[in-house]
């Protein structure tokens, strides 16, 4: 996984979901058509999105700080 797919799990990794998290991204990420090991900058809203649709069943009212959080990724990072 590079750095950016590191900083998304390690998002998820910190909510309740915890050790699930790495399942829930690898799932999405196949569903997307994401390779976790080449992710890019442009992949953040496609799975942002994706997970938006997920995370409430695992999370209730707190997947939007997570969302918040990886969609904050995008574009903050030097070069990927």
């Not at 797919?5 to 196949?30: A, C, D, F, T, W």
């Amino acid at each position: 996984m590079n750095e950016l797919g590191n900083s998304v799990l390690r998002i998820m990794e910190e909510s309740p979901l915890g050790r699930m998290s790495i399942y829930v991204l690898k799932k999405q990420s196949i569903d997307a058509g994401i390779d976790l090991e080449e992710m890019r900058d442009e992949d953040i809203p496609v799975l942002a999105s994706r997970l938006k649709d997920v995370l409430p069943f695992f999370l209730g009212e707190e997947y939007g700080g997570v969302i918040t959080k990886i969609k904050r990724l995008n574009g903050n990072r030097g070069g990927s």
